[in-house]
């Protein structure tokens, strides 16, 4: 199964003091195949929010949510099960300095007609 793994910045990270290389993380998953790809994400300021309402396209600054937290990174991850998905995410840095948001690739059914 395929999983996009979102990292997410939280201002309420643990405890414990957490300096991980996440390039150890990386090159680990990278060796195993279970990692696909992997970016780190610009800002927020830097994103644009694109949309089309009757014929006429509208591009605004984004993000438009008041929230102190924000995707950074993503990692496309290639593994068995979420049971897999979830141990790997518990394993990157950012598990304890932020978080990891785990969703499937949508299954779409082979056999169905086009």
């Not at 201002?11 to 003091?17: C, E, H, I, L, Y």
């Not at 990174?73 to 979830?86: C, K, P, R, S, T």
Request: with cysteine.
């Amino acid at each position: 199964m395929k999983y996009v793994m979102f990292v997410v910045t939280d201002s309420q990270r643990d405890t414990v003091s957490d300096e991980s290389d996440v390039d150890i993380w990386v090159n680990e998953l990278d060796a195993s195949g279970k990692r696909v790809i992997g970016e780190v994400l610009q800002a927020p300021t830097e994103s644009r929010v694109v949309r089309v309402r009757d014929g006429k396209r509208y591009v605004t600054d984004g993000p438009f949510a008041e929230t102190k937290e924000w995707i950074c990174g993503f990692d496309i991850l290639e593994v068995e099960d979420l049971d897999e998905a979830i141990e790997i995410a518990s394993r990157h840095p950012m598990a304890r300095n932020g978080q990891l948001e785990l969703r499937p690739f949508m299954q779409w059914d082979e056999t169905a007609p086009a």
